[in-house]
T-cell receptor
Framework: DADVTQTPRNRITKTGKRIMLECSQT?????MYWYRQDPGLGLRLIYY???????NKGEISDGYSVSRQAQAKFSLSLESAIPNQTALYFC????????????FGPGTRLLVL | AQRVTQPEKLLSVFKGAPVELKCNYS??????LFWYVQYSRQRLQLLLR??SRESIKGFTADLNKGETSFHLKKPFAQEEDSAMYYC????????????FGQGTRLTINP
């Protein structure tokens, strides 16, 4: 679904570097999410935001921070990247009604050396 | 605590054979369950949700509260069904969020 975009699509960085992953959506959704996908572990929620002034930690928020710059933009930062943050990162959005379907971005593949 | 378990990391069947991807959940509230699919080089997308009670691409899933299961089934597998499948549970703890299982990689052999 091209309505949810992520940049960059691939990134290689070194341990200790700061890196930002960006997500934009044109679906007009209030809710946005960041997940990481690791083999054998499925998708795990890092942070989520239900509107511009609402930011919540997910199950694995340590080492990450987020910024909801606007309804359409939700950025994920790794302040000091470490190798075990190597993963595939997905952004998702959903509407505000209960049980809404989540729409996913294409993912960002991050390698931390 | 809420949890979704997909016991099979890998599942391989022949084209035309029946397929069943298992999903079990643990949740104290009223469960709302989903199946998401990720085809090769594509993004994750919703396949079906139990409240819709619909069949998508020949797949169905029935919620069994007694067995706390939401298995995904298709009577005759097709090669284009090869993908990664995730079962997910909607959790309501102040806010609504999805909890995903570990995923099952389904391969359909010709």
């Amino acid at each position: 679904d091209a309505d949810v975009t992520q940049t960059p699509r691939n990134r290689i960085t070194k341990t200790g570097k700061r890196i930002m992953l960006e997500c934009s959506q044109t679906k007009g959704h209030d809710r946005m999410y960041w997940y990481r996908q690791d083999p054998g572990l499925g998708l795990r929620l890092i942070y989520y935001s239900f509107d511009v002034k609402d930011i919540n930690k997910g199950e694995i928020s340590d080492g990450y921070s987020v910024s909801r710059q606007a309804q359409a933009k939700f950025s994920l930062s790794l302040e000091s990247a470490i190798p075990n943050q190597t993963a595939l990162y997905f952004c998702a959005t959903s509407g505000s009604s209960g049980g809404e379907t989540q729409y996913f971005g294409p993912g960002t593949r991050l390698l931390v050396l | 605590a809420q949890r979704v378990t997909q016991p099979e990391k890998l599942l391989s069947v022949f084209k035309g054979a029946p397929v069943e991807l298992k999903c079990n959940y643990s949740y104290s509230g009223s469960p709302e369950l989903f199946w998401y699919v990720q085809y090769s080089r594509q993004r994750l997308q919703l396949l079906l949700r139990h409240i819709s009670r619909e069949s998508i691409k020949g797949f169905t899933a029935d919620l069994n509260k007694g067995e706390t299961s939401f298995h995904l089934k298709k009577p005759f597998a097709q090669e284009e069904d090869s993908a990664m499948y995730y079962c997910a549970l909607m959790v309501i703890q102040g806010a609504q969020k999805l909890v995903f299982g570990q995923g099952t990689r389904l391969t359909i052999n010709p």
